[in-house]
């Protein structure tokens, strides 16, 4: 968890249980700005969740391009992810 500079940020930081929650409606461009905003901010900040967003913008990509194989391993890691989310 990064701490640095949340505690100057006008609205509260996004937390990464809450990044991973949304990520794919973010990248989707189906959140309120104000929320897009602060995912924005976290993924900045936070290694991890910007590694998930990657991980999406791959998926993503491939899905695009019709390549739906070459995602099985990056959802394996994402439902990875979303466990260890769930699980502390
Ligand atoms: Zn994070």
């Known amino acids: 968890m990064i701490r640095r500079p949340w505690y100057r940020s ?5 937390s990464c249980r809450e990044v991973g929650r949304v990520l794919q409606h973010y990248l989707d461009s189906e ?3 104000e929320w897009a905003a602060r995912v924005t901010e976290h993924l900045e900040a936070c290694k991890d969740c910007g590694l998930e967003e990657e991980t999406y913008r ?16 990056a959802v394996a ?9 769930t699980d502390d």
């Open 58 to 73: 791959e998926i993503k990509s491939s899905l695009a391009r019709r390549q739906p194989s070459a995602t099985d391993d």
């Open 77 to 85: 890691r994402l439902r990875e992810f979303g466990r260890s989310l």
């Open 10 to 14: 006008k609205t509260s930081p996004a």
């Open 31 to 33: 959140m309120d700005p």
